[in-house]
């Protein structure tokens, strides 16, 4: 691996860890080994896209970061049930509201469709019920 893309690749895990910490605080230990191996070839420009212009701006706190992906998750739809569920756990633990959550799902009723905002606020109100469930 060459010192440019071993610097970006460090670069990289120290961000995701920072990341994951602000998402999900259960996540900062988690390590990744062997990516190195299985993406040699990964190019610097979509590393620095991915993990240093995308995810790790300043613009957005982690809360809203999450809101932003729930409303795109509803709008893809159904095949991404696991993400949609992983986030709104997440954006609860970064404090969004659920009230804030359901809103963000009702006004991407326009962009995806009622089926799609329906889904997902069934997915929403199962995270609810588990977060009540653990907190009980």
């Known amino acids: ?7 970006l690749f460090e670069t990289m895990i120290a961000q995701s860890q920072e990341m994951a910490r602000k998402f999900n605080p259960a996540l900062e230990h988690f390590r990744l080994t062997g990516y190195e191996d299985l993406m040699p070839t990964l190019s610097k420009s979509f590393m620095e896209m991915a993990f240093g212009n995308t995810f790790n701006r300043e613009g957005l706190d982690a809360k809203t970061r ?12 159904a095949q991404a049930e696991a993400q949609l569920k992983l986030s709104i756990r997440h954006a609860l633990e970064a404090g969004a509201r659920k009230r804030e959550i359901a809103e963000v799902i009702q006004q991407m009723t326009m962009f995806g469709g009622l089926p799609a905002a329906t889904k997902a606020l069934q997915i929403a ?12």
């Open 125 to 136: 109100q199962s995270v609810f019920d588990e977060t009540e469930e653990d907190s009980a």
């Open 66 to 77: 999450l809101l932003v992906i729930i409303a795109a998750l509803t709008v893809v739809g």
């Open 1 to 7: 691996m060459s010192n440019d893309f071993s610097k």
